[in-house]
């Protein structure tokens, strides 16, 4: 577990409870400690406390959730109308409790998450219409044909055919395609993508790959 929560007293008792119950648990005392420990460690929950200094709660959740992170969240907070639990949940948690709370109910909710956020096992290979690809393998073929892709062209494909039938947009290519952040100006993608498009459409008759005009591109069958 990851528990963010700035009040010193508070994170050290769910620390010594959460570990007298069995789990392991981190501390961070502000948003973006707690961001950088969240990116960086494979959690099985974060507890995250909704007002954080350097970061708020809220704000922290949905930067995570912007670079990828699924790791399941309880928000903790003392704003408890409904409107301040719907906040919470659109910014990207998974649960909300509300202080005062007692901790045996904070244990139950913080299990019931890991139980869900146990990975399913990963598809070992991704179909769309008529194009495969096999990741054990590294083959790709389209109608029975052998497509021979250069590495970075093999990991673009990957990507989208996992979002297959999903619009996936330049800055998630450029995070989990290139594992950095380019000069947004860069057509290293546009390269890419041509280049790939190239070698599972062009002597096919539907095309696969389609680009979505002002917002990314997308592998699907059918029109984009």
């Known amino acids: 577990m990851l528990v963010v929560e700035d009040d010193r007293e508070t994170a050290h008792f769910l620390q010594k409870a959460l570990k007298e119950s069995g789990h392991a648990a981190d501390l961070a005392g502000d948003g973006e400690t707690g961001q950088s420990l969240a990116e960086q460690g494979a959690y099985d929950v974060l507890i995250v406390d909704r007002m954080l200094p350097r970061l708020d709660g809220l704000s922290m959740i949905r930067e995570l959730r912007n670079r990828g992170v699924r790791t399941p969240v309880l928000i903790l907070s003392a704003l408890g109308e409904v409107d301040d639990r719907v906040k919470g949940l659109r910014a990207g948690g998974d649960d909300y409790l509300t202080k005062p709370y007692a901790y045996s109910e904070l244990l139950a909710r913080v299990e019931a998450l890991a139980r869900r956020a ?53 800055t998630m290519l450029l995070e989990h395609v290139w594992d950095y952040h380019f000069d947004p100006q860069t057509n290293v993608i546009d390269v890419h993508v041509s280049r790939l498009r190239a070698k599972i459409d062009k002597n096919f008759e539907k095309p696969l790959l389609h680009t979505v005009r002002g917002a990314g591109y997308t592998i699907r069958d059918g029109p984009a």
Do not use: C, N
């Open 118 to 170: 146990v990975p399913e096992e990963q598809e070992t290979r991704y179909v769309v219409d008529g194009l495969v690809l096999d990741r054990l393998s590294h083959r790709v073929t389209r109608d029975g044909e052998a497509i021979q892709l250069q590495p970075r062209e093999y990991r673009l494909l990957e990507y989208l055919m996992k979002h297959a039938g999903q619009v996936v947009t330049r």
